[in-house]
């Protein structure tokens, strides 16, 4: 077991890439905290994780909300005791009820603020949480959910792209700043995955994906939670402030 008795939050953990890496630490030894902003999400992933026999509670809230946040952690720590590893997994992929694209012109304020503190504000909240635990014990693992959008960029979303680009910055210079206390802060940049997120996707943009991914099809979640099981894990112990990108080739960069 390669988390045996680790405290884990994955937030977002109530679906697709975030429920996959709850399921995964479980097995791996993880007691699991699973957020997410809806309810029966949360207690939905809880309760898999604990009928395949793994430990885990559900912490219900708004990663975006500050004070949300510092509650959610206030809760975890009562329940767990501390927390080891967090994964800032939440996010949106779009910010309105459409599967339509939208050009920079054409997004509004909301969509830009709405998709910046889904993701970026939420990393900052939860990140700023977990170092107040993780400095002063002298470990802990911070991954981020960045994406292919972050580092290669993809056209007609870049209020998405934007964010996880942040991320990547966020990422890297918190790494830089927390590793003598112990504390490995590094990202994953997916390329395009099977999950709830992706799965509106209509036929046009499922080819569109597939003609530019050299592997010719989408990733997996497990080829994700394998990529934070490895940051989550000893083996990762020499890893600052980096990014795996497990894409099937969509940039190599
Ligand atoms: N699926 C992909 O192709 C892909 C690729 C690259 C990056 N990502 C990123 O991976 C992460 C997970 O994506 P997914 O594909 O599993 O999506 P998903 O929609 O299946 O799951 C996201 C979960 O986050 C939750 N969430 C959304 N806003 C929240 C908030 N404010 N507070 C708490 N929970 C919130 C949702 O309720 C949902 O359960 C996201 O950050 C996404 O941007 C996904």
Redesign the pocket.
């Known amino acids: 077991m390669r988390l045996k008795d680790k405290i884990v939050l994955v937030?977002?953990g109530?679906?697709?890439?975030?429920r996959e890496m709850g399921l995964l630490f479980a097995r791996e030894g993880a007691k699991v905290g699973v957020?997410?902003?809806?309810p029966e999400?949360a207690q939905n992933v809880a309760t898999e994780i604990e009928r395949a026999g793994g430990v885990a509670r559900p912490f219900v809230?708004?990663?975006?909300s500050s004070a949300a946040v510092r509650k959610m952690f206030a809760e975890v720590l009562a329940a767990f005791g501390t927390i080891d590893v967090l994964v800032n997994?939440?996010?949106?992929?779009r910010t309105r009820d459409t599967t339509d694209l939208f050009t920079t012109i054409e997004l509004t304020d909301d969509d830009w603020h709405k998709m910046i503190a889904?993701?970026l504000d939420?990393t900052f909240y939860c990140t700023r949480e977990a170092l107040r635990v993780m400095i002063p014990k002298k470990a802990g693992r911070i991954i981020n959910?960045g994406?292919?959008?972050g580092t290669a960029g993809l056209p007609f979303v870049s209020n998405y792209c934007a964010a996880k680009a942040g991320i990547i910055g966020f990422t890297k210079s918190v790494a830089l700043e927390v590793a003598k206390h112990g504390v490995l802060v590094n990202a994953i940049a997916?390329?395009?995955?099977e999950?709830?997120?992706?799965a509106p996707l209509e036929a046009e943009a499922r080819q569109w994906v597939i003609g530019n991914t050299p592997l010719g099809r989408f990733g997996q979640p497990h080829d994700i939670a394998a990529a934070a099981l490895y940051l989550a894990s000893d083996d990762a112990n020499f890893m600052v402030g980096q990014v795996i990108s497990p894409n099937g080739g969509w940039t190599t960069a």
């Open positions: 937030t977002g109530g679906s697709g890439l975030g957020n997410d902003v809806r999400a809230a708004d990663v975006s997994n939440a996010g949106i992929g889904t993701h939420a959910q994406s292919i959008a997916p390329g395009f995955i999950t709830p997120m992706t």
